[in-house]
T-cell receptor, first 113, second 114 residues
């Protein structure tokens, strides 16, 4: 099973600051690295994803950076806002399980006013 | 509106009882999945189905069963054999059986044991 290690487990950032969440993986058959965002009591939703023909992808305040040689990818949230307070998951598709996602354990982000 | 619906939002199970969680999608997606979420554990795969009338066990299938008689429906039964069923259950679907496809999640069902 493809392992995904996510850090930190929790993160507190002041409004306007930068939030950084990291994921490391052992191996993957797919060049697809998604991040999901989950608010309390809701299902996760895709936030941003990268296919590493590029090393970085930016959508608004959210950026994925990818380092293939290090087998790591990270999520950066610029100008963090209280509305960004949520749990963030990195994930990898698993070809042995019908392309279900192997999720990291999640990072609980709190952005303080 | 297209999407995934799960019902009920909350479900209470008595000891020895089987309960069924509903998952319906109108996205015309081939693949459907059930995940279990526990605090600090991320999401873990229970069962998945790539086409109608076919489904496979995931990482934590013991004590659960599913059916896929229709493309849009993928109900999950939590049986009495599941000794620790208290969790948040999430259903998801994706368009094709392929890596790199976005998975869309339902709002979840929270199962509690009486």
């Amino acid at each position: 099973q493809q392992q995904v290690k996510q850090s930190p487990q929790s993160l507190i950032v002041q409004k306007g600051g930068i939030s950084i969440i990291n994921c490391a993986y052992e191996n993957t058959a797919f060049d697809y690295f998604p991040w999901y965002q989950q608010f309390p009591g809701k299902g996760p939703a895709l936030l941003i994803a990268i296919r590493p023909d590029v090393s970085e992808k930016k959508e608004g305040r959210f950026t994925i950076s990818f380092n293939k040689s290090a087998k790591q990818f990270s999520l950066h949230i610029m100008d963090s806002q209280p509305g960004d307070s949520a749990t963030y998951f990195c994930a990898l598709p698993n070809s042995n399980s019908g392309y279900a996602l192997n999720f990291g354990k999640g990072t609980s982000l709190l952005v303080t006013p | 509106d297209g999407g995934i619906t799960q019902s009920p939002k909350y479900l209470f199970r008595k000891e020895g009882q089987n309960v069924t969680l509903s998952c319906e999608q109108n996205l015309n997606h081939d693949a459907m999945y059930w995940y279990r979420q526990d605090p600090g554990q991320g999401l873990r795969l229970i069962y998945y189905s790539q086409i109608v009338n076919d489904f496979q066990k995931g990482d934590i299938a013991e004590g659960y069963s599913v059916s896929r008689e229709k493309k849009e429906s993928f109900p999950l039964t939590v049986t009495s054999a599941q000794k620790n069923p208290t969790a948040f259950y999430l259903c998801a679907s994706s368009m094709r059986r392929a890596g790199g496809e976005t998975q869309y999640f339902g709002p979840g069902t929270r199962l509690l044991v009486l």
